[in-house]
């Protein structure tokens, strides 16, 4: 590496880590809706967003970050409840496009709503006081904050993961990706199943966009972005399994990363480019369980 | 609809419809916003070609419009091309862009498709933001595209410079291109594009190289977004960066899904009423986006087969009542 030292690469790591998180969330989400409901949820970058703006309310209102922690994925979680059961819900059985036609539709929606309620304009969002300043980390010198969501981020994917694999609805859930129709006849309602999962899997957008508020503030736009950086997380892992997901997001937050660094200008088409060339030498991702979901 | 053995000739419906394109700028609030529904029904036509015909849902048009846009837009500025040699290079580029693009977005079926055409519209967008921002201007678009008069040298000359005389320019083109999609479309060609549509696995059982085919649809689909983008970009003396953007992509699946993707003429109409309402709207709230979006919530709930195609299957029920 030309004149870079081995600091200032252990650094740019582990910001490539702390971006790739977030992308973990977000892909997770995606997944688990599309794995179980085969529904492309185009709304999901705007419940990241609307999660930070849920975020700057709680914040505003109470004056502490812990509690909008806890309240977050709460209010996202429950607008994707509602928008499941107002108006997804009558699309299932149709083709897979038109669920992904009516989110489309929804972000419009919701951007504007936001817009119109908090401004267009966007803020800034103070960082919890807890977590200002540098922590030493042994080699090199960090924002506490960043390391506070590697280590958020980290919890909240074993947690889910424990759910998946060690409790009866979790097992419902798994059995639903594989085949739905079998998980009914097998006496379960597995509407109530999508239902529930479309909630955690938009709460957990939500949590991603409070989690990545005071890094980068908040804005009407900054959905859409992600949304489009999560879908080239989702090819190149693919929307199998939660390990493709974490594998793939910090994957791509390294290369958004180490781009960055050495070619500033190249930074925000890297991502894109490290997807085409993944697509050429495997294109069926990199875990590629082909056929399964396409 | 359907398949037929119309050959090269449009049906009744269809004179018509063109023949009403020809007093449609008397009909409209100004003239300007007529040629925007031209140059947008086009785009809408060209991409319904992929949606409609073959079932594949892009969310990447914008690219291909901005490649015409800027491909034009470059040719008259920096080779002071004419007029349409200058409209022949945006559509070249658009094509191009649309072969390469395709290659890759077909390497994923399923919803990937829908994604990898977003995200390699995204790309274009940022390479013209930064990395080639000296050509493409930036932020600020692409300035002073000059307009040349419609010429063969030597012969004539003719100035298309004022709304109505580019209308016109306009329709003879668009009603050109109707005339050719409608062909591509009843062209055996086009038969197989809705035997992906309504069955890809059965298609590729039939011995069709699917993957060959959706390609050359998708090139087929980039000819004519490509060709919109050149228009646009000559009649606003502009290319603007937000062509290339996903908004772009997203106003042409809502015109087209408005309109009724399963037909024709569906997609022009559902160009005209999107304009016509943004137009209308936006006069009365900043906030028309919330509206547009709502009514396209509430069509593809209710009405997922759009206007027209609501329109088309009240008539064709009447008949049969009759």
Redesign the interface.
């Known amino acids: 590496m030309l004149g870079m030292s081995f600091t200032s690469f252990v650094t740019q790591l582990f910001i490539g880590l702390q971006i790739g998180m977030v992308y973990v969330l977000l892909a997770i989400g995606l997944s688990l809706i599309f794995g179980l409901m085969t529904v492309v949820n185009f709304a999901h970058g705007t419940f990241f967003m609307f999660g930070a703006y849920m975020g700057l309310f709680m914040v505003g209102l109470t004056g502490n970050f812990w509690i909008s922690l806890l309240f977050v994925p709460l209010a996202t979680g429950l607008l994707g409840l509602i928008v499941e059961k107002v108006t997804i819900r009558r699309l299932y059985g149709r083709d897979l496009n038109y669920p992904l036609l009516l989110t489309f539709g929804l972000s419009f929606v919701m951007v504007e709503g936001v817009r119109l309620i908090w401004g267009t304009s966007g803020s800034p969002f103070d960082t919890p006081s807890a977590l200002v300043g540098p922590v030493n980390l042994g080699f090199a010198m960090f924002p506490k904050y960043r390391v506070f969501v590697i280590v958020a981020t980290a919890v909240i994917v074993l947690a889910l993961w424990l759910f998946l694999e060690k409790t009866d609805l979790g097992l419902i859930i798994r059995a639903g990706t594989r085949d739905s129709l079998m998980v009914r006849a097998l006496g379960i309602d597995i509407s109530k199943i999508w239902f529930l999962v479309f909630g955690m899997g938009t709460g957990l957008a939500g949590i991603a966009g409070l989690l990545a508020a005071p890094m980068r503030g908040v804005h009407p736009d900054m959905g859409i972005e992600m949304l489009i950086d999560s879908f080239v997380v989702v090819v190149v892992g693919g929307m199998g399994s939660i390990w493709g997901a974490v594998v793939a997001g910090i994957l791509i937050g390294e290369v958004v990363s180490m781009i960055t660094f050495f070619y500033p200008m190249m930074g925000e088409v890297a991502i894109f480019i490290f997807m085409a060339i993944v697509l050429l030498i495997r294109p069926s991702g990199l875990f590629g369980e082909a056929g399964l979901l396409e | 609809m359907g398949i037929s053995a119309r050959g090269f000739f449009l049906s009744r419906s269809h004179l018509l419809f063109i023949l009403f394109l020809t007093v449609f700028p008397f009909i409209v609030p100004y003239t300007a916003i007529a040629n925007q529904i031209l140059i947008f029904g086009l785009f809408a036509m060209g991409y319904n070609i992929l949606l409609g015909n073959t ?1 594949l ?1 892009s ?1 990447g048009h914008a690219a291909l419009f901005g490649l015409g846009a800027y491909g034009a837009g470059m040719a008259l500025v920096y080779l002071k091309t004419g007029l349409f040699t200058g409209i022949l290079i945006g559509v070249a580029a658009a094509s191009m862009g649309a072969a390469g693009i395709g290659y ?1 977005c077909l ?6 498709f ?3 055409t ?3 519209a ?2 274009l967008y ?2 013209a ?3 080639f921002d000296k050509y493409t201007g930036g932020d600020d678009g692409l300035r002073n595209i000059p307009l040349p008069p419609v010429s063969v040298p030597g012969v004539f000359s003719v100035s298309i410079d004022g709304p109505l005389r580019f209308y016109y320019f306009l329709f003879v083109i668009c009603a050109l291109s109707l005339l050719v999609i409608r062909r591509i479309l009843d062209s055996p060609f086009g038969t197989v594009l809705q035997a992906i549509r309504e069955n890809e696995k059965r298609a590729k059982s039939c011995g069709y190289n699917v993957n060959r085919v959706k390609w050359i649809a998708f090139v087929f689909s980039g000819f004519f977004s490509g060709l919109a983008g050149a228009l646009y970009a000559v009649y606003f003396h502009l290319a603007p960066l937000n062509t290339l953007y ?1 908004t772009t992509s ?1 106003s042409v ?2 015109m087209t ?1 408005l309109g009724g993707m399963g037909t024709f003429v569906g997609p022009f109409i559902g160009a005209a009423i999107f304009l016509l309402l943004q137009d209308l709207l936006s006069t009365v709230t900043k ?1 028309w ?2 509206f ?3 009514i ?2 509430l069509f ?2 209710f009405f ?1 087969e759009g206007i027209w195609g609501t329109l088309q299957e009240k008539i064709r029920f009447r008949d049969v009542q009759e």
């Open positions: 079932g849902l969310f890759f390497k994923r079926r399923g919803i990937y829908g994604m990898l977003l995200a390699f995204q790309l940022f390479l933001l930064t990395v996903w997203g699946v809502m899904i906030s986006q919330l547009v979006g709502g396209f919530m593809v709930l997922p």
